[in-house]
């Protein structure tokens, strides 16, 4: 079993940051990669982001690129997304999510078993 504790989302000003945090504990060896996922109200979930645990190489979708990035700490089994220059549009809940995952099922989240409880982020001045 999966467990994964999200935390960092807030309230923020248009242009201002956040950092979000993933901890995963429990079963997590075979699972390569973890992902970010966004859902804003009234629309489907996103895929933002996804990270490979071993080299740390990161994905991202196209509305993000240059302006979050995602990073982990293998020691501490945690993911972090920095998120820059936040936009209103970036309001959402965001989900981290695990799962054992390839290369090219990252962006659907079908394909993720398990999910963090989710963390708001709302970017409003």
């Known amino acids: 079993q999966v467990q994964l504790v999200e935390s960092g989302g807030g309230l923020v000003q248009p242009g201002g940051s956040l950092r979000l945090s993933c901890t995963a504990t429990?079963?997590?060896?075979?699972?390569?990669?973890l992902g970010w996922f966004r859902q804003a109200p009234e629309k489907e979930r996103q895929f933002v982001a996804a990270?490979?645990?071993?080299?740390?190489?990161?994905y991202y979708e196209d509305s993000v690129k240059g302006r979050f990035t995602a990073s982990r700490d293998n020691a501490k089994n945690t993911v972090y997304l920095q998120m820059n220059s936040l936009r209103p549009e970036d309001t959402a809940v965001y989900y981290c999510a695990t799962g054992r995952l390839i290369l090219s099922s990252l962006h659907n989240a079908d394909n993720y078993p398990n999910w963090g409880q989710g963390t708001q982020v709302t970017v409003s001045s």
């Open positions: 429990g079963r997590t060896s075979s699972h390569r990669y």
């Open positions: 990270i490979a645990w071993s080299d740390g190489r990161a």
